[in-house]
């Protein structure tokens, strides 16, 4: 979705650099401000502030910015989700266990019309059966699991990628 500033890229040159695509907004759910302490042999020991700071550089690597979030609380990232409409050029999220149970989550998901990718630490396919299921994953452009920390990086690239 271009959002309407989709004719600047044909407009003369007038001296000015090009407008830069809209942050990309890192998405954390329920549980993974506990990432280095939580289960380290599933999660890894790894911290949610050396996940930002990965997200953060890979974005800058294509001269790209983020804005991450992490919220216990299932509202919250909704009303982070809707205030991404206009504001984020695509969003990266990990929901954690509201990956298998959230409706509403996935509902929220599509009002910004951009592009999402579904990122999980683990590889929830190989654990428990509640896990393979995703309401997310019909919404996202991309799926990562099972990458460790390393699948944000992944997750950030793809989205440049979608939205360079
Ligand atoms: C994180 C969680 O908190 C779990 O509830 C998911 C996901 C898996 C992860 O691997 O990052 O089932």
Known sequence: MTHGHAHHDTLPDDGRPPASPLPILVLNGPNLNMLGTRQPEVYGTETLDDVVALCRETAERHGRTIRAEQ?????????????????????VINPGGLTHTSVVLRDALV????????????????????RHHSFVSGIAVSVIAGCGVRGYRYAVDEICARTS
Do not use: C, M, Q
């Open 71 to 91: 919220s216990n609380h299932e509202g919250t990232l909704i009303d982070w989700i809707h205030e991404a409409r206009g504001t984020a050029s695509g969003i």
């Open 111 to 130: 009002v910004p019309e951009i592009p999402v990718v579904e990122i999980h630490i683990s590889n929830v396919h190989a654990r428990e059966e509640f």
